[in-house]
Every structure is written in structure tokens, then in C-alpha cells.
T-cell receptor
Framework: AQSVTQLGSHVSVSEGALVLLRCNYS??????LFWYVQYPNQGLQLLLK??????LVKGINGFEAEFKKSETSFHLTKPSAHMSDAAEYFC???????????????FGTGTRLQVTL | DGGITQSPKYLFRKEGQNVTLSCEQN?????MYWYRQDPGQGLRLIYY???????QKGDIAEGYSVSREKKESFPLTVTSAQKNPTAFYLC????????????FGPGTRLTVL
């Protein structure tokens, strides 16, 4: 069984400060990992994903995440927060389906990011 | 423009009534999914489908039903057997390649009065 833990349901940073959102996962197989962002009353938008290869993954809007197998972590960072980054962020792990089959995502409970002036 | 549409955006129903949420995609994706979102609980999988006329239960299927008569459409019915149906419902779709990246619709907020 897979699971995702996001430490901190609410994170507040000042505009221009570093953003760090934490995600730890549990998986019995090498994982596929995702970060999604959700703005109020909207669907989820993919920020970035790790599948294989380079462990530092760059995504949209200046976000990046590093896969650390030894720490079972996939923390999301952004060097300088902007007011428009205020949203809820979800980390997810895939059960790594085989080609031709659907894979299921297991989501963390989310972290709401607040950006203050 | 390719994407996923969900309708309606807001839905109000009386307790004891069945209600059907619409999900349509024009991404030519084979797989479709339904999730339920509650505050502080993340997203939980209700049902998913890999192919027309076939679907599987997710983690919280009780009180819900689905159909997949067309590749583009995957409606969700919230039945009167669902004990606490008020929630935000999200539909997603994906290819069946190795990575199965899921794309999400804008969601439907269901409130049962």
C-alpha cells in the first residue's frame, strides 16, 4: 500500500521568501511522484512530476522538487514566493501501472500556502 | 482546446435524492477517474475506468455508481445510500502509457440540504 504525508496543513511565507512544502511517501515499488496545485474552487493543475532519471525536477511557475530515495521525500521548493502562489498544494504517489492499465494516485492531505506582504 | 469539462459547477439537492454529475473529455484519453475532496482529507478515489463499458471501484465507492458508455464521458451518480454526499467532486483522465499523468476537470461542488 502507498501513502503520502504532507507536513504542515498551513504554511505562511512573506513575499520574496523561500517556499518549502514537505512531502514524504511510502511505496513498495519505485514511485512516480507528483505535485499538484489547486486554486479555490478549481481543479488540480500539475506542477511537476518525477518518474525516472534526474532527481531534481523543475516545474512550472519556478517550482522544483528533489526526489530523495534515502529519505523517502519529495519536497517542493521555490526560491522567491509571489502573491499568486497562494493556493493549496498536493503531493501524490502513483502505483506505477503498466502500459495499458490505469494507475491510481494516492494523495496527501494538502498544504495551504499563504503569502503575505 | 482540449480538456475536461464538468457540469454543473454548483449543485444543490435535497437529502434522499439521487444526483448525476457530468464529466466529458476531448483529450482522447482511455482512462477516467472520479475523486471526492473534503477539507483536510485530500482527494479520495471513488471509481475509475480504463475502457468503455468497464470500471473498477476505488477506495470509497459505497453510495456511488458510474457508467462508461462512451470513451469521452464518465458520469457519476451520487445515490441516496451515500451517507455524507456534500463534497467537491473532481473528474480526471489519463492515457494508458507508462506514466499515466492525470489531467483534472474544474470540479463540481455538491451540497445536500
Amino acid at each position: 500500500a502507498q501513502s503520502v504525508t504532507q507536513l504542515g496543513s498551513h504554511v505562511s511565507v512573506s513575499e520574496g521568501a523561500l517556499v518549502l512544502l514537505r512531502c514524504n511517501y511510502s511505496s513498495s515499488v519505485p514511485p512516480y511522484l507528483f505535485w499538484y496545485v489547486q486554486y479555490p474552487n478549481q481543479g488540480l493543475q500539475l506542477l511537476l512530476k518525477y518518474t525516472t532519471g534526474a532527481t531534481l525536477v523543475k516545474g512550472i511557475n519556478g517550482f522544483e522538487a528533489e526526489f530523495k530515495k534515502s529519505e523517502t521525500s519529495f519536497h517542493l521548493t521555490k526560491p522567491s514566493a509571489h502573491m499568486s502562489d497562494a493556493a493549496e498544494y498536493f503531493c501524490a504517489v502513483s502505483d506505477r501501472g503498466y502500459t495499458g492499465t490505469a494507475s491510481k494516485l494516492t494523495f496527501g492531505t494538502g498544504t495551504r500556502l499563504q503569502v503575505t506582504l | 482546446d482540449g480538456g475536461i469539462t464538468q457540469s454543473p459547477k454548483y449543485l444543490f439537492r435535497k437529502e434522499g435524492q439521487n444526483v448525476t454529475l457530468s464529466c466529458e473529455q476531448n483529450l482522447n484519453h482511455d482512462a477516467m477517474y472520479w475523486y471526492r475532496q473534503d477539507p483536510g482529507q485530500g482527494l479520495r478515489l471513488i471509481y475509475y475506468s480504463q475502457i468503455v463499458n468497464d470500471f473498477q471501484k476505488g477506495d470509497i465507492a459505497e453510495g456511488y455508481s458510474v457508467s462508461r458508455e462512451k470513451k469521452e464521458s464518465f458520469p457519476l451518480t451520487v445515490t441516496s445510500a451515500q451517507k455524507n454526499p456534500t463534497a467537491f467532486y473532481l473528474c480526471a483522465s489519463s492515457n494508458l502509457d507508462y506514466y499515466n499523468e492525470q489531467f483534472f476537470g474544474p470540479g463540481t461542488r455538491l451540497t445536500v440540504l
